[in-house]
């Protein structure tokens, strides 16, 4: 709650639930998934009771995940919108990126690189869905064509999740204040002018 | 089946070799279709050694009972009429695990230890290793392995690997009447087969020649064939097989690379932090918001 006139209100409490809900989902999925994906990740099947409990578990999540990904994706998709000035934003990165924060367009609730992050995830998510459904053999027997075309989509979309979360991840750390707001709701209101000075603008009327 | 075994020449996911002091004779399968006469006594005989009896099903107009192979039937007989020449040719082939030289099951195989191949050339499903994911029939060029319903692990065909390692031949040869199936290293099996094949073309088969797939770099259950140059006749046996690309892709040269990727961009956002610091927000501002709030 921002009962402090320091501190901005960012995201409400269920926008914060569900964005942990996903969070956690999408920790239990790599890790089982990675098991998968290579055998030096093997033994991480041991956190989850074996690779037997693994293989059952790991869709489960994932329809877990995709029904509160579906809920993360109706509250923001319109605060991702990419306009013009995200173009800009984009192109002026490797600035930003080497210490210089200061040639960066003004931003909304969300920059630029949220807005990418947002709709790679939404892609990924989606895709993982369809062909995680159909390389589902305890409910689904496909023709072994489709299910090789399924498995190589969902190795390779997984692949790029993970390294669009650690980019995701690390921005929170990196971005002092960030991590805060994803877990407390709130913001200092010079962090919110330093880093989104059109949302600033917009909630202070300043 | 397991057994401890110092011959290991291939295990599923494991990236280290495999205990393989002991080098074994390279044995084959020859399974001479043209003697055949599809009484399916090798299928009783894989019933009654691995002591398996599959659930009775329904009887689908044809000769093939059961239908299609199961986690609990390992080979099936599968019979096939063609016409050719105005003459009908009833032709039976029994289907089962061909033992690929590189065999597309094990390359999916996320599981290590499940699949092994031994060094006498048989491919093994160790169930008690299975996972039960499946990846194995996806990688399989033949349409072989079978998800058990009961415990969702994957059977096939062993090659009585049990027998074999004790010196015996396995069961479906020993019951089979006519000499259709042989068992033995794979050269003599290879030179047997050229015995058959020549007596086949004195007969009239021009195109009668060895199945030993090189798509699969050979297999360790070989066909003698009437019809070589087209092996779909004998009910849709592949005439090319090979693990398809999109497995080679999927099991291949992209794992490393994606872990590279992800490993380098772990490091990359350490170094970034250690180099060029956090990214806070400016004293100057932060002072500036607080006279304005005043």
């Known amino acids: 709650m921002a009962n402090n006139s320091n501190e901005l209100q960012r995201y409400s409490a269920q926008e914060r639930a569900n964005h942990w809900l996903v969070a956690v989902c999408f920790v239990l999925l790599a890790l089982s998934g990675l098991a998968f994906f290579h055998p030096w990740f093997f033994p991480l099947t041991g956190l989850f009771g074996g690779g037997t409990w693994a293989r059952i578990l790991h ?18 998709s319109g605060s991702n919108s990419l306009t013009a000035t995200d173009k800009e934003w984009l192109g002026n990165l490797g600035k930003l990126v080497n210490g210089d924060p200061h040639s960066m367009p003004e931003q909304g609730k969300h920059n630029a690189g949220q807005k990418v992050m947002f709709w790679v995830q939404s892609i990924c998510m989606l895709l993982l869905l369809i062909s995680g459904l159909m390389i589902w053999r305890s409910w689904f027997n496909l023709p072994v064509e489709l299910v090789r075309f399924a498995v190589v989509v969902h190795a390779a979309t997984a692949a790029v999740m993970i390294g669009f979360i650690f980019v995701h991840i690390y921005a929170a750390i990196w ?3 960030t991590l805060r707001a994803m877990l407390r709701g709130t913001v200092p209101r010079a962090w919110a002018k330093q880093h989104h000075r059109a949302w600033y603008r917009q909630v202070t009327g300043k | 089946m397991a057994l401890q075994s110092l011959d290991i020449a291939l295990r599923s996911a494991t990236t280290t070799p495999s205990p393989s002091v002991r080098q074994t004779t390279e044995v084959a399968k ?5 003697t055949c006469i599809g009484c399916k006594a090798c299928q009783a005989a894989c019933m009654e050694w691995n002591d398996l009896r599959d659930e009775v099903g329904h009887n689908s107009g044809v000769l093939d009972n059961p239908s299609d192979l199961t986690a609990e039937s390992w080979t099936v007989m599968r019979y096939a009429e063609h016409e050719e020449n105005g003459k009908l040719e009833w032709l039976i082939r029994k289907d089962g695990c061909m033992h690929c030289a590189d065999p597309g099951c094990l390359k999916a195989c996320p599981a290590p230890g499940a699949i092994v191949k031994y060094s006498n050339g048989i491919v093994d499903f160790h169930e008690e290793n299975c996972i039960g994911c499946g990846y194995c029939i996806t990688g399989c060029p033949f349409n072989i392995p079978r998800i058990s319903k009961k415990d969702s692990k994957v059977y096939k065909c062993t090659l009585c690997s049990d027998r074999v390692a004790v010196g015996l031949e396995p069961a479906c040869i020993k019951a089979c009447p006519t000499g259709a199936l042989q068992f033995g290293s794979k050269e003599a099996m290879k030179d047997y087969a050229n015995e058959r094949i020549a007596d086949l073309k004195d007969r009239g088969f021009k195109d009668a020649g060895l199945y030993d797939p090189p798509g699969v770099g050979g297999t360790h259950v070989m066909y003698v064939l009437h019809h070589a140059d087209r092996p779909e006749l004998y009910k849709g046996l592949p005439a090319k097989p090979h693990i398809s690309p999109l497995v080679s892709i999927w099991k291949g ?3 490393p690379i994606a872990n590279a990727v992800l490993a380098g961009l772990a490091l990359g956002g350490l170094f970034h932090y250690v180099t060029q610091g956090p990214n806070e927000v400016d004293k100057e501002l932060e002072d500036e918001v607080e006279k304005e709030e005043k």
């Not at chain 1, 869709?59 to 923001?76: C, K, N």
């Not at chain 2, 020859?30 to 043209?34: A, G, R």
Request: proline share 3%; glycine share 10%; net charge positive.
């Open chain 1, 175 to 177: 971005v002092k204040g």
């Open chain 1, 59 to 76: 869709p489960y999540i994932g329809l877990l995940m995709t029904i509160s990904f579906l809920g993360l994706f109706f509250r923001f």
């Open chain 2, 30 to 34: 020859l399974i001479d279709v043209s």
């Open chain 2, 253 to 255: 040269v992209t794992k």
